[in-house]
């Protein structure tokens, strides 16, 4: 029941270099290691990430990165930068800045998504792998799961927690407003989770996200929303804007990526809003569930 109610390229896949992906159409792009040498406010290096979308009428010259405007151009290098910050300490600081609750908010998206033996699961910007993982027994040996994400230092983490452990898994750098490495209707399942935010233009990874998946596959976004109870929004901001920069300085030695990352919800979609944008991308039977209160939500959409 939907809670709508409730307002508020010669590069090679990586896992394994013998094989070719099934699910791939032309040469994969090729990341390149990002150090771990400088912070927001300083100059942004450059990092070589996949293509994305060709610019269309979603996205305009400038574009936000969390409350600050910047020339749209630029935002998949900021972007890139903090998640190479933070790549080693993710995991930690989730568990720190959600009190362990994202591993609840994940298992109910697992639980919405409907996977079985034999299918195809794509998680895209699926970083260290924490759905992945999950992906890779329910659809077994006959099935694969692809843990795509346009960071390649977050990709790393991934690849280094989970290669051994699960051979039905590819690691596959992939920018989501193209999904450029991946055929027309070749998956199941596709999965993004804590990640839309943070992608420019979010319209073209939508219209992406249904072009790869198969007739009747299901789309489920796990994403960081707007809390229903006003009360509960404000605590939610002053925690937000100093708690977390804390620990980040605290834990990672970095504040300004986690400020980042608070501004950054407060500038992603609404449920209602990001309901309708699915929509707009065709997705048929389009819901969205509430969880912690709406500081989380759930969207589910079906290609039909």
């Known amino acids: 029941m939907s809670n709508e109610n409730q307002m508020p390229k010669t590069a090679q896949n990586t896992a394994s270099q013998d094989t070719t ?80 609750i994202h591993r609840l908010w994940k298992r109910f998206a697992i639980q919405m998504s409907g996977v079985r033996q034999g299918q195809h699961v794509l998680d895209i910007a699926g970083g260290t792998g924490d759905l992945a993982k999950v992906f890779s027994k329910e659809v077994g040996a006959n099935g694969r799961v ?91 901001d002053l925690y937000s804007f100093t708690a977390l920069p804390l620990i980040g300085k605290i834990v990672a030695n970095d504040s300004e990526s986690y400020k980042y990352l608070a501004e950054s919800i407060r500038m992603h979609p609404d449920q209602r809003t990001l309901k309708q944008m699915m929509e707009h991308a065709q997705f048929k039977d389009c819901d969205y569930h509430n969880l912690t209160g709406g500081i989380v939500a759930v969207h589910r959409g079906f290609k039909l």
């Open 21 to 100: 992906s099934p699910f791939l159409t032309e040469p994969l792009p090729k990341g390149t290691p990002q150090g771990q040498s400088q912070r927001i406010g300083e100059e942004t290096p450059h990092y070589t990430l996949p293509t994305g979308a060709t610019r269309t009428e979603h996205v305009g010259e400038t574009t936000h990165f969390g409350f600050t405007t910047v020339n749209t151009a630029e935002k998949e290098q900021k972007v890139a930068h903090v998640f190479h910050s933070v790549a080693q300490k993710y995991d930690l600081m989730n568990d720190l800045m959600s009190f362990g």
């Open 146 to 236: 692809v843990l795509s994400d346009i960071n390649a230092s977050m990709l790393k983490v991934g690849q280094n927690r989970l290669q051994a452990k699960c051979k039905n898994m590819e690691f596959i750098l992939a920018n989501a407003e193209s999904l450029e490495p991946f055929a027309d209707n070749s998956f199941d399942l596709v999965t993004i989770s804590f990640g839309l935010r943070n992608v420019t233009d979010k319209d073209a990874a939508l219209e992406a996200m249904y072009r790869v998946l198969k007739p009747g596959g299901r789309l489920l976004i796990l994403e960081f929303s707007k809390p229903v109870f006003e009360p509960f929004s404000k605590l939610y």
